[in-house]
């Protein structure tokens, strides 16, 4: 079983920038893919991004391409999530996710099979 906690939500200007981190326990990190995703008030949960077990191949939304950034230590068992150039759309509680029996990043929700409890983003304009 793996457990999942976010951290690094808060509030910001649009324009701003912050990192969200998730530190993961319970099985071997290196062995699974990791993704984020979103959900705004009133909307469904969304894909953001996801990582290979390696890191060495990246799946983004259209939305935040070229503006969010996921990266992995696998030896701190954290996955990271940079995000510049924020915008008020951006707004909603992002959470973490895993996938431990696939290696290779997805997009879709069914593809992950365990999730952090979420931390708030909030941008205003």
């Known amino acids: 079983q793996v457990q999942l906690v976010e951290s690094g939500g808060g509030l910001v200007q649009a324009g701003g920038s912050l990192r969200l981190s998730c530190a993961a326990s319970g099985r071997t990190f290196n062995n699974y893919a990791m993704g984020w995703f979103r959900q705004a008030p009133g909307k469904e949960r969304e894909f953001v991004a996801a990582i290979s077990w390696s890191g060495g191949s990246t799946r983004y939304a259209d939305s935040v391409k070229d503006r969010f950034t996921i990266s992995r230590d696998n030896a701190k068992d954290t996955v990271y999530l940079q995000m510049n150039s924020l915008k008020p759309e951006d707004t909603a509680v992002y959470y973490c996710?895993?996938?431990?029996?696939?290696?290779?990043?997805?997009?879709?929700?069914?593809?992950?099979?365990?999730w952090g409890q979420g931390t708030q983003v909030t941008v205003s304009s």
């Open positions: 996710t895993a996938s431990t029996k696939k290696l290779v990043p997805g997009t879709g929700e069914g593809f992950y099979d365990a």
